[in-house]
Nanobody, 125 residues
């Protein structure tokens, strides 16, 4: 059974930083694309970042490019999202996801069958 377990997040003032962590269990994720999404109240799930299998390439959504960094760890079975220069509009529930697809970039949440439980990020002004 595939599981993605998230940690990190919380509350921070505008301009601050947070790091999210997502660990995969149940199989080896070296050949999987792993990504991060977020969803605010009443909004659609938004693509933030994805990292290709084995960490060779990274892709970012326009709203976070230059502020967020995705990288892999734990022998490629985990993924981090380093978030800097946070803004109040970054407030949302954040989710990690994984897919066996490797035709990049993979930005549609429907292409990711595996999801973490979500973690709240709140940025105050």
């Amino acid at each position: 059974q595939v599981e993605l377990e998230q940690s990190g997040g919380g509350s921070v003032q505008a301009g601050g930083s947070l790091r999210l962590y997502c660990a995969g269990y149940g199989r080896t994720f070296t050949s999987y694309t792993m990504g991060w999404f977020r969803q605010g109240p009443g909004k659609e799930r938004e693509f933030l970042a994805a990292i290709a299998e084995r960490g060779h390439n990274r892709y970012y959504g326009d709203s976070v490019k230059g502020r967020f960094t995705i990288y892999r760890g734990n022998g490629m079975n985990a993924v981090y999202l380093q978030m800097n220069s946070l803004k109040p509009e970054d407030t949302a529930m954040y989710y990690c996801a994984a897919t066996e697809l490797t035709t990049h970039p993979i930005v549609d949440p429907n292409d990711y069958p595996y999801w973490g439980q979500g973690t709240q990020v709140t940025v105050s002004s």
